[in-house]
């Protein structure tokens, strides 16, 4: 009952920005967390940045300094700006909420992904 939709990835040459977006849709009681995943060929999937419903953040070590995560709560989206981005960055970006449909009954959520390549 509940849908991701993301938007902004592509193709960037090295040290380019993008933002990604990811909009929640459905029946929703209440989000309490959103962020980003990614997985590139050849690794694991690994978390890239989250945000709670008490607005903490959390960062990967790789992406610390370089991406920011914000939410707008009241259009049930999140935002990813990724910046200086570099090789290492190319991957399958997916976004994850846990979201509540009726109140206390959490589920996790996943986005389709979307494709950011870093080259020349």
């Known amino acids: 009952q509940v849908q991701l939709v993301e938007s902004g990835g592509g193709l960037v040459q090295p040290g380019g920005s993008l933002r990604l977006s990811c909009a929640a849709s459905?029946?929703?009681?209440?989000?309490?967390?959103m962020g980003w995943y990614r997985q590139a060929p050849g690794k694991s999937r690994e978390l890239v940045a989250v945000?709670?419903?008490?607005?903490?953040?959390n960062y990967a070590d790789s992406v610390k300094g370089r991406f920011t995560i914000s939410r707008d709560n009241a259009k049930n989206t999140v935002y990813l700006q990724m910046n200086s981005l570099n090789a290492e960055d190319t991957a399958v970006y997916y976004c994850?909420?846990?979201?509540?449909?009726?109140?206390?009954?959490?589920?996790?959520?996943w986005g389709p992904g979307t494709q950011v390549t870093v080259s020349s």
């Open positions: 994850n909420a846990v979201v509540a449909v009726m109140k206390d009954r959490y589920s996790q959520y």
């Open positions: 459905g029946t929703i009681f209440s989000i309490n967390s």
């Open positions: 945000t709670t419903s008490g607005g903490s953040t």
